[in-house]
């Protein structure tokens, strides 16, 4: 091939690869196979090798880094890099507005004689009254400065004090999401576009490829990151671009430091779109604050599925004008604030100790708290679990202690901050009796838990009624605790059984309770009248009985009967069953008090539904099956509730259990998980991620 036609080849070869490089890195779409794309690169690699004349700094080949570097240039920024003030809540929202109002309007106070200011005075001051804002998610990453000259990139830089940051250009590079020539033509422009353009974004990592690249790593026997955010900073900051080269690095744009006709922040969006880079699809154009609080408490909802992490919204003034007459305060623009969520783990201080007496008997201490906001919530409770748990701390009352909340999961205290000790403090005494019932507290053998072992304590029977009317239990929709508490407090209700027999008359007492409620519910209690029998024997709230043990339990004896009669080896033959569980079963059903409450169960016109066929056993339309295989679940899924995994490892022939041992196959991980994984690691479990799970899963289904 002459130069000529290797010039047209590599012109062609460039836009096709450029193209499938957008598709693919900032559209999250793909038209061909990474093997027809990489076939493409090596081609265009090829050529340049035969031509290195025809290599230009916008090739595709010159997104992997040269030498490594003594250490990095430094780079002033022309303009600073400055970081934003961060607000909390409704509150601040509302009193940075009212600063926003009141600093414009002095600025207008006292510019009278400024002819640009005049020029410029009706139109901020019909703004003050209706200010709109841009509203977009603060990526959890690392901030860099992208210019461009003429349209092809010359030099990135990091934010460093904001004033002089690092010359990360190599490593840049090697991001595929960032374009290396920008789509300027795109634009289609009424006035000249700038020889110089600077963008300003966030690099980040993906959820999904830290996690990938963290397995690699433990597959290694290297030590895993932390989290994507430092391992995005430190690839950046690495003076090999080869490493940089190899991690999954990825840069959504918020910026764009350029006149080119744009006079609000969310046409500067678009412009960056059209240019060729990512941005971000959640962000709005926000009428008022009420707009934007909407915008915070959807994102914080999503906040777990998305693609990658972030820690809150950026709310800046849309029209640039307004927002560059506001100046600077320090080292934060005035028109610009940062909505932080409040996270997973805060510090309060322990206020007193108060201690709850759960179905089984089980006391709990719980820590009182000074109200605090975590994870969304606003929270004045945490648990300390247990007496070990509690010297294990060494946590006291008066200390200031740091909590955490991990998705629906109680918050708990997991560290006492000694070191803030001013002698005020007071020891935690356990509880030697029943706080409800009086009665003394014993701790079995080889247990943790201190226990009330009366029968009839009235918290027990409370908090077994609220059990049996749950969700995965009997399922009663609409008789929640709070509508158990005020039946109780009335005497309509002491035992499972007497929830069957209210009648609509029976809420009339109860305060605030309409009509059409009290008609919903009795409906609810009537429909729930015929449980599958998995359910009945979890609703029983027999010890060590969770819902997978109740499902090896029904589809093993497949009636009430049969399972009432078992002798304790009998129940060692099924599924998980150890000799503790089967122990706690065979003495319940020989429990002559528990003999009768299921007795007045059934008087009452409960109906257990028998299994049919196992639900152990593989679902139609599946050629693999989890048979034998024991899966445990930990942590946030994204994709589905964990009733929806449970399920489709059921329908696949396997079974769940909730707690790590030997007989464990495999651990499934989400986001956030608890202590089963570092239990799993110890034993050398398996681990799937959420990803690689619903991959098992599908090779599992027929093709139809």
Known sequence: ???????????????????????????????????????????????????????????????????????????????????MEDIFGKEELEQWEEYVVRLARQKMANNKQSAIVKSQKSKVKSQLSDIEYFAELKIDGFAVSLRYEKGVFVQGATRGNGQVGEDVTQNVKTIESIPLRLEIENLKLKIPVPSKIEVRGEVYMAKRDFERFNAQRRKAGEEPYANPRNLAAGSIRQLDPKLAARRPLKFMAYDLLADVGQKTHSQEHVILAVLGFKTDPTARICK???????????????????????????????????????????????????????????????????????????????????????????????????????????????????????????????????????????????????????????????????????????????????????????????????????????????????????????????????????????SAIQQAKKPPLSRFIYALGIRHVGEETALDLAEHFRSLKRLERASAGELEEVGDVGGVVAKSIYEWFRDKSNQAMVRRLLETGVEIENPKRSSRCVKPGFTHSFTRKTFVLTGTLKSMTRDEAKEKIREAGGSISESVSKKTSYIIVGENPGSKLKDAQKLGIEILTEKEFLNLISLTITDV
């Not at 880094?65 to 970081?83: D, I, Y």
């Open 288 to 522: 008022d604050t009420k707009a934007l609080l909407s915008y915070f408490a959807d994102m914080e909802k999503k906040r777990d599925s998305l693609p990658f992490h972030i820690d809150g919204v950026v709310a800046s003034l849309n029209d640039n004008a307004l927002f560059e007459s506001l100046g600077v305060a320090g080292k934060s623009p005035r028109g610009i604030r940062a909505l932080k969520f409040s996270g997973k783990q805060a510090t309060t201080t322990i206020l007193d100790v108060k201690f709850q007496v759960g179905r089984t008997g089980a006391i709990t201490p719980v820590a009182l708290l000074e109200p605090v906001q975590l994870a969304g919530v606003r929270v004045s409770r945490a648990t300390l679990h247990n007496a070990d748990e509690i010297k294990r701390l060494g946590a006291t009352i008066g200390d200031t202690v740091v909590v955490e909340r991990a998705g629906d999961v109680i918050p708990a205290v997991v560290r006492a901050l000694n070191e803030l000790r001013d002698g005020t403090e007071k020891e935690i005494r356990m509880a030697s009796r029943c706080p409800v019932c009086g009665a003394k507290l014993r701790r079995p053998a080889r247990e943790v838990v201190w226990r009330c072992k009366n029968a009839n304590c009235p918290a027990q029977k409370r908090e077994f009624l609220y059990h049996f009317a749950s969700r995965k239990a009997f399922n009663i929709v609409g008789l929640g605790p709070k509508i158990i508490d005020k039946l109780a407090e009335e005497h309509l209700v002491s035992e499972p059984a007497d929830i069957f027999e209210l009648t609509e008359g029976d809420f009339a007492p109860l305060e605030r309770f309409a009509e059409k409620s009290a008609h919903n519910t009795v």
């Open 1 to 83: 091939m002459i130069k000529r036609e290797a010039k047209k080849r590599i012109e062609k070869l460039k836009t096709l690869i450029n193209k499938h490089r957008y598709l693919y890195h900032v559209k999250d779409t793909q038209e061909f196979s990474d093997e027809a794309f990489d076939a493409l690169k090596h081609e265009l690699f090829s050529l340049e090798q035969q031509f290195p004349e025809l290599v230009t700094p916008d090739s595709p080949t010159q997104r992997v880094g040269g030498e490594a570097l003594q250490q990095f240039r430094k780079v002033s920024h022309t303009v600073p890099m400055l970081s």
